[in-house]
């Protein structure tokens, strides 16, 4: 009997790792939040803000990443902080703008302080968070002696007193005129008020 040998030849080839169609990058948007130096930064310092005045400060954020960013809305815990624009930015990859926040205090001398939340569909902080703080302050001005009393003077003749006005506040208080009213024959120099009186001072 006779037997026919067949030999088959199997080629396996090895699929591990196979790329089998062109390779898709994921693009992600990153939110950076930075200082004037670049660096990131998680503190907004308003510092001293007269009362009933808003201050204002710039926020610096750049997409750092290769997908478009969108920042949807920034809310604050504490009413004395706002937003000084639109909450809606967008930014492409690269892109940076500033966002202005805003400070109103209505109490002097009372440090407040507070969380930003930026909200965006970033990767890396999809709600980025910000303490900020800051102080209201105050200038007050008080004139002393009060009233002024010249007594009697002589027809013809003068008489010169001198008026002392404190700055009582927390603040610069900065003069933008004094007159004088049913002031018949008095006249006054209220030019050592012109630089303004630093707290606690007197001219």
């Known amino acids: 009997m ?5 030999i088959v030849i199997a080629g396996v080839a090895a699929l591990s790792g196979c790329k089998c169609g062109p390779s898709i990058s994921q693009r992600v ?3 950076d939040v930075l200082d004037a130096q670049g660096n990131q930064r998680d503190v907004v310092d308003f510092g001293n803000v007269q009362v ?3 201050g204002t400060r710039e ?3 750049r997409n750092s990443g290769t997908g478009a960013l969108n920042i949807t ?3 604050f815990s504490d009413a004395h902080f706002g937003l000084g624009q639109s909450a809606t930015v967008d930014l492409g990859p690269g892109e940076e703008t500033n966002l202005t926040l805003t ?3 209505d109490v002097a001398d009372a440090p407040v302080q507070g969380t930003a939340t930026i909200k965006s569909n970033a990767d890396n902080a999809p709600e980025r968070q910000l303490t ?3 102080t209201g302050i105050v200038a007050a001005a008080v004139a002393q002696p009060s009233p002024l009393d010249f007594g009697d003077v002589y027809l013809g003749e003068s008489k010169t007193l001198m008026l002392t006005v404190t700055n009582a506040g927390s603040d610069l208080l900065a003069l933008s005129g004094a007159t004088l009213a049913d002031a018949d024959g008095v006249t006054a120099d209220f030019s050592a008020l012109d630089a303004g009186l630093a707290p606690g001072t007197s001219a």
Not at 2 to 6: A, C, K, T
């Open 52 to 54: 009933n005045a808003t």
């Open 29 to 31: 948007p990153q939110l």
């Open 103 to 105: 400070f109103t205090p």
């Open 73 to 75: 809305d920034v809310t």
């Open 59 to 61: 926020v610096r954020v």
């Open 132 to 134: 900020v703080k800051g």
């Open 2 to 6: 006779r037997f026919s040998r067949v």
